[in-house]
């Protein structure tokens, strides 16, 4: 299986999506089957979330391979180093190389909310460019690498200014590409990479795209992540709030002329988030690839 910086390297835009391992094995097989219909819209990747919300971490690597060994499809395997010590950290890519998985997304992850106090030790990492900087140190040109870049600065730092030094740390340490926090105002994606562009930052940043589908959902997932909510998808999303079918075209229509922008605009391709589920995402999907995405 190739990495990402092959793909990258022949294509100047790519479309891809992300996708949870879900907690029950329920949800585990309501996915495999949304994953059969994502996988037939032809992504350049797939990126699978490690740890998010605190576990099924070992579900991760399933689901990873299930998309690399019977979809054929490239996977992101996305790992974080919160809880993880470097001891562990070396047997899990030891682990990751041998069963042919390539490309990573290297972040620090956030303490689970059950240990909200834990703090990193000598024996674990504080920052993900700690991290992306002990893969290349040990594995070389392994493994394919990409970080998380946020265009309204990450809620810890303390500043946007702060947060493309971050950026530009994470890049020097070995990261190869971006995937970027959600965002509503393709501004604030323009901005991010004109900050980071000043700053030297070369690297393809890949915006991370969120079609709405419950308002309130979006909202406090949003003050949880530190992305913004602007009027304009308050005004849009609040009057329908409590009909679930108006909100999804609402949100499908959103997140497309979002996209059309980025691109027209040069963004290098669009990550979808999905959260699982086929249906927006094959909506906005067959949109883009009439813009020949
Ligand atoms: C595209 C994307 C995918 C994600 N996938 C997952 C996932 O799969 N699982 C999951 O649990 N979470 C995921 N997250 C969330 C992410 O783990 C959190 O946002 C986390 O708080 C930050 O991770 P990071 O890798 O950006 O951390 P870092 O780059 O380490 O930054 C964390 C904080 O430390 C600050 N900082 C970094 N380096 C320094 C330094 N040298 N000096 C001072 N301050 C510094 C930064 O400004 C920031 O405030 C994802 C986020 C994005 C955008």
């Excluded at 740890?51 to 990873?64: E, I, M, P, Q, S």
């Excluded at 949003?222 to 909510?229: D, I, L």
Aim: charged fraction near 25%; glycine fraction near 8%.
């Amino acid at each position: 299986m190739k990495t990402l910086t092959d793909l990258f390297s022949s294509r100047p835009r790519t479309f891809s999506l992300e996708i949870f391992p879900p907690k029950t094995e329920k949800g585990l097989l309501a996915l495999e089957a949304a994953l059969k219909e994502l996988a037939g819209l032809g992504p350049d990747f797939i990126s699978v979330t490690y740890g998010a919300g605190g576990g099924n971490r070992d579900r991760t690597l399933g689901l990873v391979r299930l998309i690399q060994e019977r979809h054929n499809i490239l996977a992101l395997h996305h790992f974080t180093c919160v809880l993880h010590t470097r001891k562990e950290i070396r047997g899990i890519l030891d682990h990751l190389q041998k069963v042919k998985v390539r490309s990573l997304l290297a972040l620090r992850g956030d303490p689970p909310k059950d240990r909200p106090d834990w703090v990193p030790g000598p024996e674990n990492f504080r920052y993900s460019s700690e991290l992306v900087a002990f893969i290349r140190e040990h594995y070389g040109d392994s493994f394919s690498i990409g970080v998380a870049g946020f265009p309204e600065g990450h809620p810890l730092a303390a500043d946007k200014d702060a947060d493309a030094r971050v950026l530009k740390a994470k890049i020097e340490s070995g990261g190869e590409f971006v995937i970027t926090q959600l965002f509503f105002d393709n501004a604030l994606y323009f901005d991010y990479v004109r900050r980071v562009r000043t700053l030297g930052v070369t690297a393809r940043i890949i915006p991370g795209i969120l079609p709405v589908t419950s308002y309130e959902g979006v909202v406090n997932f949003c003050k949880g992540c530190g992305a913004s909510v602007p009027d304009k998808v308050h005004d849009i999303f609040s009057p329908i709030a409590q009909d679930p079918d108006k909100t999804r075209e609402a949100g499908i229509r959103f997140a497309i002329d979002q996209c059309r922008e980025l691109l027209a605009r040069g963004a290098p391709g669009i990550h979808l988030y999905t959260l699982n589920k086929a249906e927006p995402a094959t909506q906005i999907v067959s949109e883009l690839r009439r813009m020949s995405l």
